[in-house]
């Protein structure tokens, strides 16, 4: 739905010529509604002179093109040449151009481009361009690694703060050590890895050492405090890999790493425990591979823990009390994501009572109730299955759950039920794609073994 202010502003910018002409006239709190109105219509030399005059302190692209009361639709996903082309242009003729109308305040721009060479040709400039680009996050989704190792170095590392590698970009253990050994990041605070950048179980001599070069290497990092290795296979290595670091973690993803006890027990145990703001386990069988070093965990960094989730954990209802028991000291958890647990609507009830007391709590993420599945559905429920469930029950059970939140006095928590999992809003990344990703994988592996077994007959 379009604000009236919005369908003017669209009747503004349609004509280029007049908008162009009277821009000086413009207040500057409406260049973002123009800019949005300007991106939407393709309009590139709107969009140019919006740009070129800015007068606002920021310009963030990710927030001009996002949810706004005036156009609730997210722009930022839709890439554009001919406005991406503009923006930069703008940008350039804003620092050449001594006769802006406006005086100058921007301080800071931020550009989502998913254009690779666009991305280059920018940073290529840095050095002889009055506007200097500084990479302080940068974000790496679906590029060859030969164009990921190019690119990184343009971005100068040595002040980068966040550096994400999505799984897409097929970066493996020995291409990881390659980048730590060739690229230091002496400032890097946050690290995303790719699915599968580690899997121990074809571990050689060899993978042994690197690991630990790479455990070193991240020591070296004296200011990291968040790591993701989602999807990674790790048994048993977590220790090599982060008691090299000198510096606790805030933030730890570990999802779907295959763990065992001694990672847990690790884990529990280390100096990250105490520290730990965000934590997510999911996909391990917690109540039956490691229920006590779990709530060891648990117990060490309740005084600080602000997101916990817990996924396809094989949480069940006689999980419940121990559950409760070992959040009941997690006064500052502000986000619960649990869902894909086989969790009965009984069950459920009783933990969102729990969960009213929680004081700063703000997000939970439940599972559908068991019993709203057929009988003999098994857990973890396939991509398949998990929208064949009862929705009039599961509505009448929601209903419900939100019932105890309102009768506590907590409107202010949002419950909900994603039925594939978290996603990544920044390129949408599903379990499908990251299932498709594994398939991928999978066929190549099969491929390369039908290719030698010819060879061989």
Same mark, same amino acid.
């Given at each position: 739905?379009?604000?009236?202010?919005?369908?003017?502003?669209?009747?503004?910018?349609?004509?280029?010529?007049?908008?162009?002409?009277?821009?000086?006239?413009?207040?500057?709190?409406?260049?973002?509604?123009?800019? &949005?109105?300007?991106?939407?219509?393709?309009?590139?030399?709107?969009?140019?002179?919006?740009?070129?005059?800015?007068?606002?302190?920021?310009?963030?692209?990710?927030?001009? @093109? =996002?949810? !706004?009361?005036?156009?609730?639709? /997210? *722009?930022?996903?839709? !890439?554009?040449?001919?406005?991406?082309?503009?923006?930069?242009? =703008?940008?350039?003729?804003?620092?050449?151009?001594?006769?802006?109308?406006?005086?100058?305040?921007?301080?800071?721009?931020?550009?989502?481009?998913?254009?690779?060479? @666009?991305?280059?040709?920018?940073?290529?400039?840095?050095?002889?361009?009055?506007?200097?680009?500084?990479?302080?996050?940068?974000?790496?989704?679906?590029?060859?690694?030969?164009?990921?190792?190019?690119?990184?170095?343009?971005?100068?590392?040595? *002040?980068?703060?966040?550096?994400?590698?999505?799984?897409?970009?097929?970066?493996?253990?020995?291409?990881?050590?390659?980048?730590?050994?060739?690229?230091?990041?002496?400032?890097?605070?946050?690290?995303?890895?790719?699915?599968?950048?580690?899997?121990?179980?074809?571990?050689?001599?060899?993978?042994?050492?690197?690991? !630990?070069?790479?455990?070193?290497?991240?020591?070296?990092?004296?200011?990291?405090?968040?790591?993701?290795?989602?999807?990674?296979?790790?048994?048993?290595?977590?220790?090599?890999?982060?008691?090299?670091?000198?510096?606790?973690?805030?933030?730890?993803?570990?999802?779907?790493?295959?763990?065992?006890?001694?990672?847990?027990?690790? @884990?529990?145990?280390?100096?990250?425990?105490?520290?730990?703001?965000?934590?997510? *386990?999911?996909?391990?069988?917690?109540?039956?591979?490691?229920?006590?070093?779990?709530?060891?965990?648990?117990?060490?960094?309740?005084?600080?823990?602000?997101?916990? !989730?817990?996924? /396809?954990?094989?949480?069940?209802?006689?999980?419940?009390?121990?559950?409760?028991?070992?959040?009941?000291?997690?006064?500052?958890?502000?986000?619960? &994501?649990?869902?894909?647990?086989?969790?009965?609507?009984?069950?459920?009830?009783?933990?969102?009572?729990?969960?009213?007391?929680?004081?700063?709590?703000?997000?939970?993420?439940?599972?559908?109730?068991?019993?709203?599945?057929?009988?003999?559905?098994?857990?973890?429920? /396939?991509?398949?299955?998990?929208?064949?469930?009862?929705?009039?029950?599961?509505?009448?059970?929601?209903?419900?759950?939100?019932?105890?939140?309102?009768?506590?006095?907590?409107?202010?928590?949002?419950?909900?039920?994603?039925?594939?999992?978290?996603?990544?809003?920044?390129?949408?990344?599903?379990?499908?794609?990251?299932?498709?990703?594994?398939?991928?994988?999978? &066929?190549?592996?099969?491929?390369?073994?039908?290719?030698?077994?010819?060879?061989?007959?």
């Amino acid at each position: 739905m379009k604000s009236l202010r919005f369908l003017s502003a669209e009747a503004f910018v349609s004509n280029e010529e007049f908008a162009r002409k009277s821009l000086s006239a413009v207040a500057h709190n409406l260049f973002p509604l123009l800019f &949005k109105a300007s991106y939407l219509l393709e309009q590139g030399e709107v969009i140019h002179d919006l740009v070129e005059n800015w007068p606002l302190v920021d310009f963030n692209m990710g927030k001009l @093109l =996002g949810a !706004t009361v005036d156009y609730q639709e /997210d *722009l930022s996903h839709r !890439t554009c040449s001919v406005c991406l082309e503009s923006c930069l242009t =703008g940008l350039r003729d804003y620092v050449l151009n001594n006769f802006s109308p406006y005086r100058k305040r921007l301080k800071v721009v931020d550009l989502t481009e998913r254009n690779y060479e @666009l991305v280059v040709e920018a940073l290529l400039k840095k050095c002889c361009c009055p506007l200097k680009i500084c990479c302080v996050a940068f974000r790496s989704d679906n590029l060859t690694l030969q164009k990921f190792f190019y690119i990184i170095k343009l971005t100068d590392p040595s *002040l980068l703060r966040k550096l994400e590698i999505v799984h897409n970009v097929r970066l493996e253990m020995e291409h990881l050590e390659i980048l730590f050994n060739s690229i230091h990041f002496p400032l890097l605070m946050s690290l995303t890895l790719p699915a599968r950048t580690f899997n121990v179980q074809r571990f050689t001599a060899t993978d042994e050492q690197m690991l !630990t070069n790479i455990g070193e290497k991240l020591g070296e990092m004296t200011h990291l405090t968040e790591l993701c290795m989602s999807f990674s296979i790790l048994t048993g290595r977590i220790q090599k890999l982060l008691s090299p670091l000198k510096t606790p973690l805030k933030m730890l993803d570990v999802s779907n790493c295959s763990l065992n006890h001694a990672d847990m027990a690790y @884990l529990a145990n280390s100096f990250h425990a105490n520290h730990l703001e965000a934590l997510d *386990l999911s996909g391990h069988d917690i109540p039956e591979l490691y229920p006590s070093t779990f709530f060891k965990l648990l117990s060490h960094s309740s005084s600080v823990l602000r997101s916990l !989730t817990l996924e /396809d954990c094989n949480i069940q209802d006689t999980h419940v009390n121990m559950l409760i028991l070992g959040l009941s000291p997690c006064q500052k958890l502000h986000e619960f &994501k649990f869902v894909g647990n086989p969790l009965s609507s009984q069950a459920l009830k009783h933990l969102f009572t729990f969960l009213c007391e929680l004081p700063m709590l703000k997000n939970v993420e439940f599972p559908v109730p068991r019993d709203c599945y057929p009988i003999g559905i098994t857990y973890p429920i /396939d991509d398949a299955s998990v929208c064949r469930f009862d929705h009039q029950k599961y509505e009448s059970i929601a209903e419900d759950l939100n019932l105890i939140l309102l009768q506590a006095n907590r409107e202010d928590v949002k419950a909900s039920t994603p039925l594939f999992g978290s996603y990544d809003a920044a390129v949408q990344e599903t379990n499908n794609e990251l299932g498709a990703y594994l398939i991928k994988s999978f &066929k190549e592996t099969l491929e390369k073994f039908t290719t030698s077994f010819n060879k061989m007959s």
